[in-house]
């Protein structure tokens, strides 16, 4: 068991990351760890995670009320968040809460990221699901995340950032970590026009490897193959990843998410869809037929 000195410098360490590496700003995001099964060590209110000393955690009981810190130290404002995912999660040890922005885009946006995209990701996080937005430091932010928790280590919160778990201070911070690598993968695949899906079949080959690697994970993978299906809440039994079924490949060409390499330019409306290297190609085209027809020096 690591000792109460160290737990507040591991608090102050992944303060300093989740800050140096974008994750929050200002006085944004909350850390915490549980010391005991009444007992939460928490980062403070009002106060920079990039800027912390141990001395300002702060203790509270699982109903959140200040048991010992600094005097002026109260506990963040979003600590209801953080205890919901204790009660409802004996094995979680500790949260993360942070606003990653490429993550909280995809969040401000309504995109779970929920697609079979890497490997790494389905076998340790499964999917990234998004919970329905709730006015961040009152009752409806642990009403809104409460039913994610349960099956989930890692979420997005609609319009507002990310939330980790893990058995300890720095697993959750690593699953931080790659909530926010995933998102800037899977948003360079969507800009470039497609992404290539595992199939279900390969998805269920990489849950085989949980159990042979010991990956823990709070619930099994159950496979959808109609994107966006899945009904406010989640199911409460699996981590829903969208991946469509094609026996004997193990990767599925997919341009729907941008209209992109390999779909067709022109829209169901009509529309001629052009990126903007086409269109300047035309354009150039255009002005150069004119400056000739007319006899004039480009």
């Given at each position: 068991m690591s000792t109460d000195a160290q737990l507040r410098d591991d608090i102050v360490e992944i303060g300093r990351r989740l800050w140096l590496r974008g994750f929050v700003a200002s006085n944004d995001g909350n850390i915490s760890v549980r010391i005991a099964d009444d007992r939460v060590l928490m980062t403070p209110t009002a106060v920079s995670k990039g800027f912390m000393a141990p001395d300002m955690m702060v203790i509270t009981d699982m109903d959140g009320t200040l048991v010992s810190g600094a005097p002026g130290r109260k506990p963040s404002s979003e600590i209801k968040m953080h205890l919901v995912a204790y009660?409802?999660?004996?094995?979680?040890r500790a949260v993360v809460h942070a606003h990653p922005p490429?993550?909280?885009?995809?969040?401000?946006?309504?995109?779970p990221l929920d697609r079979a995209v890497l490997a790494e990701v389905v076998t340790t996080l499964g999917s990234i699901p998004i919970a329905e937005y709730a006015t961040p430091s009152t009752q409806e932010l642990p009403d809104a995340v409460r039913p994610y928790v349960k099956v989930h280590d890692g979420l997005l919160l609609a319009n507002h950032g990310a939330l980790a778990l893990g058995a300890d201070l720095f697993g959750a911070y690593y699953k931080m970590e790659t909530i926010e690598h995933f998102a800037r993968i899977s948003l360079v695949a969507r800009q470039l026009g497609r992404e290539n899906l595992l199939s279900r079949e390969e998805v269920d080959r990489l849950q085989g490897l949980r159990g042979r690697y010991g990956i823990s994970s709070?619930?099994?993978?159950?496979?959808?193959?109609?994107?966006?299906?899945?009904?406010p809440g989640g199911d409460a039994s699996c981590q829903v990843i969208y991946a469509p079924s094609a026996p004997g490949d193990r990767l599925v060409p997919d341009t729907s998410v941008a209209q992109g390499a390999g779909a067709s330019p022109v829209g169901t409306d009509g529309e001629i869809r052009l990126t903007y290297a086409q269109l300047t190609a035309l354009v150039d085209d255009a002005v150069k037929q004119v400056t000739e027809g007319l006899g004039l020096k480009r």
């Open positions: 009660r409802e999660r004996p094995d979680v490429l993550a909280t885009g995809f969040a401000v946006a309504g995109i709070p619930a099994p993978i159950c496979v959808d193959e109609t994107p966006g299906t899945t009904a």
